[in-house]
Nanobody, 112 residues
Framework: QVQLVESGGGLVQAGGSLRLSCVVS????????IAWFRQGSGKGREHVAT????????YYGSSVRGRFTISRDNTKNTVYLQMNSLKPEDTAVYYC?????WGQGTRVTVSS
């Protein structure tokens, strides 16, 4: 059974940084793509970033490219999302995803 647990959200001022973590339990972590999505209030779920199992391939949503960086540590079964130059429009609940499995989310609030 796969479980994903996000952490690291909080309140930050515009221009600040946060690092989110997602710990993934279950088999074959190092061979799986992991993604981050987000959902703002009254909005649909938006793709933020994806990373391949070995960490060599990454994809980013257009709204975060150049500001966010996804990475992983396969020795810790953890995926990270480094978020820099945060904007109020980045305010959302951020979710970790692997195939059909989702975490409970961690809330990020960016004040102007």
């Amino acid at each position: 059974q796969v479980q994903l647990v996000e952490s690291g959200g909080g309140l930050v001022q515009a221009g600040g940084s946060l690092r989110l973590s997602c710990v993934v339990s279950g088999p074959s972590f190092s061979s799986r793509f992991i993604a981050w999505f987000r959902q703002g209030s009254g909005k649909g779920r938006e793709h933020v970033a994806t990373i391949s199992g070995d960490g060599t391939t990454t994809y980013y949503g257009s709204s975060v490219r150049g500001r966010f960086t996804i990475s992983r540590d396969n020795t810790k079964n953890t995926v990270y999302l480094q978020m820099n130059s945060l904007k109020p429009e980045d305010t959302a609940v951020y979710y970790c995803n692997r195939n059909d499995n989702w975490g409970q989310g961690t809330r990020v609030t960016v004040s102007s």
